[in-house]
Structures are given as C-alpha cells and as structure tokens.
C-alpha cells in the first residue's frame, strides 16, 4: 500500500481516538482494590467480604465482586489486592460498598498465634460506604483503591471474664485513584467486560 493510500486511514485512526478519549457515550471499567495500613497491635485481622457493589448514576447498582473473599488484612500493608472489576456505561459512580459475610470467618490473630473472633454488629447487613465521584472514562480502567485500616477498625471490650470481646468496626477510606488505558471496540465501549472470576452484573442493589 502507497503513503498516499495509508495516510487517509492513520488520520481516520487518530480522529477516532480523539473522540473515544473525550466521549460521553460507550463503556468503561471500574476496578476495586484493597489495601491496609499497618498494625503492629495483633498478627493478623481476618476478614471475609460477602459483596462488593458499586452505584453507577447510569447502570444504577450493579455487582461488582461477589464472596466470599476471606483476606488477612495485614498482609496487604505493601501491596493491594483486586477484588473484582465491571464494564459500566462512562459517568459516575457515587458509592461503593464493602458487605461483610455475617458467617464469617472474621478474627484476629493475637501474639501468642490463638484466634479471637471478631464481633461485626453492622457489616453484614448495609454494607461499610464510601461515597464519592470516581468518574469511568471510555476505552479506560479506572480502578479505585480502598484502605480497610485495620488498626483503627478493631477494638477490646473487657467482659469480665477470662476472654476479652474483639469488636470489628470498619474504617474504610480511598486511598488511591489511577486510570489505565485498555483497548475498546469501534463504538468507544470497553473490550474488557466483567471479570470472570468475580465481576458481577446489574442487581436491585442496597436498600440502606
């Protein structure tokens, strides 16, 4: 093929991602991630996450990881963990949720290696929220980091006995935003899609 005869389809290549880049319209991917502060209180603060649902101003709530997740908190101090991703229309998203698997297993891990359960009075049911706008791009992964700090979100009730109540209270906050670049088709929708393994899709979503 001649320069001449290719030069009309670079510029046609370089238009269309011009308009995918600043498009209102097509798909995009979220990612939620989690990370964890450190604690130098306890060896390990076990947790395991039933769902993981986001509210998308135009899907509505949708899936974005379903459990259980059973994760030692403390062993994410130096890196993150990928709990799940889902193709969304581009726009915001104002709320993320972490729900807790009321059955469990949630504990600590104390300095002589013995397991205390951990006491979760309202993970379970409406879920830990973070609000925000974590805005998703076409042909983009916005993926959102949150820090579950485990130090600040475990507390000792002396109960008079010889075992003290390990009560677990959530603090979850955003700690990093990053978007990545991934290829998409021609309309600017995402080719990633939902991950396999526990992306979701549309649900009802909470009601709390």
């Known amino acids: 093929m001649s320069l001449r005869s290719l030069h009309p389809l670079l510029t046609a ?17 979220l990612v ?10 306890v060896k390990g603060i076990v947790v395991t996450i039933d769902t993981v649902t986001a509210h998308s101003e135009k899907a509505g709530w949708v899936t974005v990881a379903h ?40 504990y600590v891990v104390l300095a002589d290696d013995t397991h205390a359960p951990l006491k979760t009075p309202s993970g379970a049911e409406s879920g830990e929220k973070l609000k925000g706008k974590f805005e998703v791009s076409a042909c983009s992964k916005h993926t959102v980091t949150l820090d579950f700090d ?35 088709s021609a309309d600017c929708g ?16 909470p009601t709390g």
């Open 13 to 29: 290549g370089a238009m269309a991602l011009a308009a995918c880049g600043a498009s209102t319209s097509g798909n995009g991917t």
């Open 32 to 41: 939620v991630a989690l990370t964890d502060a450190p604690s130098p209180e």
């Open 67 to 106: 459990g259980p997740i059973t994760v030692d908190l403390l062993t994410l101090q130096d890196v993150s963990m990928k709990l799940g991703e889902i193709s969304l229309p581009v726009g915001t998203v104002d709320e993320i949720r972490l729900i807790l698997d009321d059955g469990g297993p949630q």
């Open 150 to 184: 485990g130090k600040n979100s475990i507390a000792i009730h002396e109960t008079g006995g010889p075992n003290a109540e390990w009560i677990l209270r959530p603090v979850i906050r955003v700690k990093a935003e990053a978007d990545e670049a991934e290829s998409c």
């Open 190 to 205: 995402s080719d990633a899609g939902s991950d396999g393994g526990t992306g979701g899709g549309t649900d009802g979503g």
